[in-house]
Each structure stands twice: as C-alpha cells, then as structure tokens.
C-alpha cells in the first residue's frame, strides 16, 4: 500500500473511528482476484470499480453512431435506473439537507451525492462512494451499446481536476478546457471539441476546493447543443448534502465489519435488453481495505439474477463444495476465494481471509429483489 494511499485510510479510520487492526489475508492472490472481479465489473458497463482502478470511456460528440432498438418485452421488477426528467432513485443518490462544505474524505458507507434531475431514457446506472470520490453513472437504454449515457463526479476537498477516474460521455479525446458560465455561482470550466466549442461536459467548483464534473451523450441530447442543454440542468441540480446511509442487500456483521470500506458500488439493470454477466438485474459491492502491506483488500460482491440459481457452464467455474447447503466453488488456488450461487437467486463472490465465515456472517435480507426495501447500512 502506497504511503498516500495508507495516510487517505489513517484520516478515514480517525474520522470515523475505525479500528486500526485489521484481519490481513496471507496470500497475494486475493489481490489478484479482486482485480480480475473488479475488471468484470467495469466491462458491465460500470464506468470505475469501487476502488485503485481508474476506467476513462470518451466518445466523439455528435449525432449518436448506434440506433435506437425497439421496446423491451417485459420490464424488471426491480427500482428503475432513472425516472423520466425527475432524479434518480433514493438507493442510487442522497436526498438530505444541503451542506456548504466538502469533506476531505467520504465515507464510503454514506452517500451525500444529490441530484435533482436526469434525462429520461437512463439504464444501467451505478452509484459508487469512494474514499475520493462519488459518482452516478447510467447507461442511455435507446441503444445497444454502454457509450452513451451520462455522468456525474464530485470530489473530496482539495483534490485536483485531472483526479477524476470516472469515465466522460461525449468528450472526445483531444477535448479542450475553456472558462463557460458559471455553475449556481460557482467557476467553472466547459470540456468541448477544440473546433466545437459546446460544453457536453462540465466541470465546476460545487463547493470551496471542491471540483464536480457532468458529462452526457445520449438520445436527449441528438445535437451538441443539445447536449449541452442537457449537461448544464444536470449541473446546476447537483449538490452535497448531509451524509446518508448506503442502503445494502446484506448486513455487514463478523470479521469484515471490523475493516475499513474503502468502497462501495450499487448498479441497477432494469432494461432486459442490456447485456450484462449472467443477466444480472441489480450487483453490490463493498470493497475492504486489510491493511496489509502488498495493498491488500477483502471484496464482497453479491448479484441478482433471477431465475437461476446454479452457475453458467463455462463461467466463473463449476461447484466444487457446498456452504450452507448451497453450490460453491472454493477457489484451488487460493482458500480466500469464494463463489456461492442460489441464495435467493443471487450470487456471492467473496475475497476474504475467510469468506466461508464472511458468507455466514453477511447475511441477505428476505426479499433482497427490491432495492426499495433494502435497509441501511447503519
């Protein structure tokens, strides 16, 4: 672990009174595999995982380059992504107070994200809380693609611009930073193309050594303009506000409980026709800091995916033994690797010194299919 990053935990630890000693897992294979399970979740269509990996997607601005694709058959009994010209939902971004000031850090088990207004069309949208950073990213369902869409970015105090590890929709690779209006009063800054000057993508002062970002590409916005339109109602609806709860699927009880989170990631799919791993309609993840000296971590990832509660032929792997009477597969090349399928249609990946344990003591709500129910985490 890099010295910026064990002083990030130390602030992090005393801010929220966290224990200092950690459970350290004895192999550096863990490390490996929640790479590889974090690299999964960014081919989702996630557009960064929870933690370390930084995943940039630009596009060109201009018209879109896929077409729009017909109705889905049947929608997804889960929360939707997005409402039609309204906020996105309560398990996605924060609804509290308003608040002046930016915390040096966030808590990753808090959100303070708030926004008050999205385009209609959204799909595929994940809300992920950083030491760092917090964001909400969806997907524009109108095309069969996970290149358009739209996100926002905000940032701990005192971290600089180019800190955002987010992806940005419609930018194009060889964007150009120039003054534009301000955003609710604040400076800010229009990423554009160097010969089309329209800012699809915003970046301003939300609050006092504090920098947020917008961006957008999708079917609201079929011209750079706009686009534009698009970015700057997004903008001047984003805010922090008092930190609430992340609402979670599980409980976080045992061993990891005693860990500090240095991430937390929420995805929702409520469009079958988005292609995602294992046709998953919602994924979790809280990703654990041990401590330990080779930058190791513990990562808990649980999935939805209705109907079906054994794993794909050729997948993650066959069932090698069973948890709590349920197919599992115990990695054979490292014992903190765990998958565990058909716990009321989900799916457990868990890396951990001991994920059996962590399995027992995480256990899932009794309807963990509506996001809406799900309690928080504190």
Known sequence: MNPTTRDDLARLRASLDYPESAVVPDVPTIIAAGRRARARRQVLGTVAAVVAVAVVTVVQVGPPSHPPVGAPDQAAPVAPAARPDGPPPAELVAHGSARAEAPDVFDPLTRSLAVGWVPGGLNLATATVRVHEQSYVATDGAYDDVEHGLAITVLSRGRAVDQFSTAAY???????????????????????????????????????????????????????????????????????????????????NGSLAGLPPTGTEVQFV?????????????????????DDPTDGMADVNVRWEPGRVVPDPGGEGTPNTTVDGRPARLSPHSENSLIVWGAHDCTWILLAPDPVAAFSDMPLVDDPTDPAAWPPVR
């Not at 970015?231 to 599980?250: C, D, I, K, Q």
């Not at 026709?273 to 993840?285: K, N, Q």
């Open 170 to 252: 419609g930018v194009p690779r060889d964007a150009v930073r120039h003054p534009t209006d301000p955003v609710r009063g604040s400076t800010a800054e229009c990423l554009s193309d160097p010969l089309v000057p329209t800012c699809t993508a915003l970046r301003w002062q939300y609050a006092p050594d504090a920098w947020a970002q917008v961006s957008y590409a999708g079917s609201a916005g079929p011209t750079p303009e706009a686009a534009a339109a698009v970015v700057r109602r997004v903008a001047e609806s984003v805010s922090l506000t008092v930190a609430e709860p992340v609402r979670l699927p599980f409980a976080l």
């Open 270 to 290: 409520d469009d079958d026709r988005i292609d995602t791993t294992a046709g998953a309609r919602w994924s979790v993840s809280v990703v654990y800091s041990t």
